[in-house]
């Protein structure tokens, strides 16, 4: 009979997986990443985990979708937080960078790796457009009366805007250029305000 340890182990294997999927990923990125990998960190025989992943791409799917997640609880607090659009956006936008900035590998992953190539999986689409519907809904209120392709356009331009910054800043691209005399967390948050007065400007 399996003792209580074993069993629980047993119970709680996935969960085990990707907390250890996570922290691999987190410190040596995921192309190295492999199901035998996780099963000796765990302590678990080569196949138990496909009980749980199917392949490799599941298993990286499903940290990509934990991130994911993470984003979407992130943005649906902040859009219910009674703040103004601008002050919304502006979390929203901060939310992100700081994302990016704590967990670039699984940024990476998440938006540029073999689950985003040739095309999105449509797991990781759907969690886009909840991500997409939470930005629309402060330039809704910011702009009630205004036409859905310019609201459209305007959260186009504010992604763009922060994932670019985000994407750029977390492969150390545009270090030479950020101003030096000004401290790396104040031209986060400037490059953010400055992004929110462009998405808000009227017209």
């Known amino acids: 009979m399996a003792s209580k340890a074993e069993k629980y182990h047993k119970d709680d294997l996935r969960g085990d997986l ?15 990443l492999s199901v035998r990998t996780l099963a000796q960190s765990v302590g678990v025989s080569p196949g138990a985990p496909y009980h749980h992943f199917r392949d490799r791409r599941s298993l990286l799917l499903a940290l990509a979708i934990e991130g994911y997640a993470e984003l979407s609880r992130f943005a649906e607090s902040t859009v219910n937080a009674g703040l103004s659009p601008e002050e919304t956006l502006h979390e929203m ?34 969690y886009q457009d909840i991500g997409h519907a939470a930005l629309l809904r402060p330039l809704r209120e910011a702009f009630p009366d205004g036409d859905e392709s310019e609201i459209g356009l305007r959260s186009l331009a504010f ?6 910054f ?21 031209v986060v948050r400037r490059v953010v305000s400055l992004a929110v007065s462009a998405a808000l400007k009227a017209d």
């Open 166 to 186: 985000a994407s750029l800043r977390r492969k150390h691209m545009i270090e030479k250029i950020e101003p030096r005399e000004v401290d790396r967390s104040e």
């Open 93 to 126: 936008g901060m939310q992100f960078v700081g994302f990016a900035g704590s967990s670039p590998r699984l940024l990476e992953l998440m938006y540029e790796s073999e689950l985003t190539s040739p095309s999105v999986d449509p797991v990781l689409v759907q």
């Open 18 to 32: 990707l907390r250890a999927g996570r922290k691999y990923v987190d410190e040596e990125g995921h192309h190295s």
């Open 159 to 164: 992604w763009s805007t922060i994932y670019g």
